[in-house]
C-alpha cells in the first residue's frame, strides 16, 4: 500500500479539513494523490483557491501540492488510504458527541473497498476506534474487519496558533489492528513526519496517550486557578509566587487562565465518560473541570465587586472584553471561555462590548448570542484584557486611559501586564 501511494499508483483521502485535516492532508499530498473531502462546500472552495478556513495556514502551503479538494462523497471511492480527523466535541450535558464522528465514519464505510486502510485521528475515549466505528465501517462497507479492510489511530498533535511546532516537526504516535496494519501506517505517516514515529503496543493505547496529554495540562492548569483564588482571599499577586516557587528546578510551570477551545476544554470530559460507564467516578480529572469551567463567571463577579468598590453603579455600567477567541492569535471561538465571562457580566445588566482582531463577528453572533463592536470609541469603567492576541501586547497604559472613565479597573485576565499598569486599580487571577 506504502508503495503504491508513495508511486501515485493509489489515492489518499483526509476526511474533515479544519485545523487539523487542512495540514495533513496538504503535507501527504507533496508526497502523493490526496483527496480533500469536508461536508462544507464553501470551505471546499476556499481551500480550491488557497485560502484556509482556519486561518492557519498561508496561500503558500498550498503549493506544490498535488490534491483534489471535494464535498462530494463519491470521490473518496477513488481512494484507498483514508484519514478521518474530524471534530469530537462534547454536548450542553458535557458528554461526547460522536455524531460527526460516527457521520464521517458512514461516509467512508460507503467507499472503503477490500485492501483499504482507514485510519482514525479525532480524539476519542479509549476503545471507541474499536467499539463505535469499526462496526459502523463493516455494516456500511459489507467488508470484514482486518480481513478485507485494516485499521489505525493516529492521534493529532496540532496545536493551533503554534508556527513553531508543526505537523512535521511533533513525533508522531501510530497505531494498527494488526502488525501489518502498523507497519503499512507507520511508513504511510513516517513519509512527511521529520520528528520521527512511535509505535504504540494497540490502538486504545493511542487512543489513552492522546486523552491524557490534554487531560494532564487541564488539571495542571486547575490546580494553578485553584491556587488562584486562595492567593486572591490572601491579596497577593498569583503570577508573583509562581515566579518566586519557578526558581526551583524541578517546578512545573503552568499558569491559570480561562481554559477553552476544543482540547483540554473538551477531552476530558471523554475520559470521565468512559471511566463512568466503567463504574469509576473520576476524582481529581471531574474537579479540575468544575474548577476550570467556574473561572469565566468567576472572573465577571471579581469584576463586579471591585467596581462596586470603586462606587461605580453596577447597572449601566461599561466593560470592554479584549479578545473573544478561546486562545491568543488564532480565530476560532470553539468553546471560548470569554463568553461565560460575557453572560456573567450581562446577568448584573452590565453594558458589554467584545472587541477581537482574530474573531468573526458573526460566528460570534451564531455561537454566542454577541458580535464584536466595530471599532472602540466609548469610555468604560472596565476593560478585561481576556485573550493575549499580540496586537494586544503593543498597547500601553495610556492606551487604556483613553478609553476609561475616571477611576476605572484593568482586569488582565493571564497578567502580561503585571508591573505595568500604574495609575489605573489593576487585577488579575
Not at 466535541?89 to 473497498?113: E, F, Q, W, Y
Not at 459489507?142 to 489511530?153: A, H, I, P, T, W
Not at 501506517?185 to 512527511?192: D, F, K, L, P, R
Request: hydrophobic share 40%.
Amino acid at each position: 500500500m506504502f508503495q503504491k501511494l508513495k508511486n501515485k499508483e493509489a489515492m489518499l483521502s483526509v476526511v474533515g479539513l479544519g485545523y487539523v485535516g487542512l495540514p495533513i492532508a496538504l503535507e501527504f499530498a507533496r508526497k502523493m494523490k490526496v483527496i480533500g473531502f469536508d461536508i462544507k462546500p464553501s470551505r471546499v472552495e476556499k481551500m480550491k483557491n488557497h485560502i484556509d478556513p482556519s486561518n492557519e495556514l498561508e496561500a503558500s502551503a498550498f503549493e506544490g501540492c498535488d490534491i483534489e479538494f471535494t464535498s462530494n462523497p463519491e470521490d473518496l471511492k477513488k481512494a484507498q488510504f483514508h484519514v478521518v480527523a474530524v471534530p469530537t466535541p462534547i454536548n450542553k450535558h458535557n458528554l461526547p458527541d460522536l455524531n460527526p464522528l460516527l457521520s464521517a465514519t458512514r461516509t467512508v464505510g460507503k467507499a472503503l473497498k477490500k485492501g483499504d486502510f482507514v485510519v482514525f485521528e479525532s480524539t476519542v475515549y479509549p476503545g471507541c476506534t474499536e467499539e463505535d466505528c469499526i462496526p459502523v465501517l463493516e455494516k456500511e462497507s459489507g467488508l470484514k474487519f482486518n480481513k478485507d479492510f485494516k485499521v489505525g489511530y493516529s492521534p493529532e498533535r496540532i496545536n493551533p496558533g503554534d508556527k513553531e511546532h508543526t505537523l512535521t516537526k511533533i513525533l508522531k504516535i501510530v497505531s494498527g489492528s494488526d502488525e501489518e496494519a502498523l507497519e503499512v501506517i507507520s511508513a504511510v505517516y513516517g513519509s512527511i513526519i521529520k520528528a520521527g514515529i512511535f509505535k504504540a503496543s494497540s490502538i486504545k493505547v493511542a487512543e489513552a496517550a492522546k486523552i491524557i496529554e490534554n487531560t494532564q495540562r487541564d488539571v495542571n492548569i486547575a490546580l494553578m486557578n485553584e491556587l488562584s483564588l486562595i492567593f486572591n482571599r490572601l491579596n497577593i499577586n498569583t503570577y508573583e509566587v509562581l515566579e518566586a516557587a519557578g526558581t526551583k528546578w524541578n517546578f512545573l510551570r503552568f499558569f491559570p487562565g480561562l481554559v477553552g477551545g476544543h482540547c483540554i476544554g473538551v477531552d476530558p470530559y471523554y475520559l470521565t465518560y468512559k471511566a463512568n460507564e466503567l463504574g469509576y467516578h473520576s476524582k481529581i480529572i471531574t474537579g479540575g473541570r468544575f474548577i476550570n469551567d467556574a473561572m469565566g463567571p468567576y472572573v465577571a463577579k471579581q469584576v463586579v465587586k471591585k467596581l462596586i468598590s470603586k462606587g461605580h453603579k453596577i447597572n449601566g455600567s461599561r466593560v470592554l472584553i479584549m479578545g473573544a477567541t478561546f486562545k491568543e492569535n488564532v480565530s476560532d471561538i470553539r468553546n471560548s471561555k470569554v463568553a461565560d465571562v460575557y453572560k456573567e457580566l450581562r446577568s448584573f445588566s452590565v453594558n458589554v462590548d467584545v472587541a477581537d482582531p482574530h474573531a468573526s463577528s458573526e460566528e460570534l453572533m451564531e455561537e454566542y448570542g454577541y458580535g464584536l463592536v466595530d471599532k472602540i470609541d466609548k469610555k468604560y469603567h472596565a476593560v478585561i484584557l481576556a485573550v493575549n492576541h499580540d496586537e494586544y501586547m503593543k498597547l500601553d497604559e495610556s492606551y487604556f486611559k483613553s478609553i476609561t472613565v475616571e477611576n476605572p479597573l484593568f482586569v488582565d485576565v493571564k497578567g502580561v501586564f503585571r508591573g505595568k499598569i500604574k495609575e489605573m486599580t489593576y487585577w488579575s487571577l
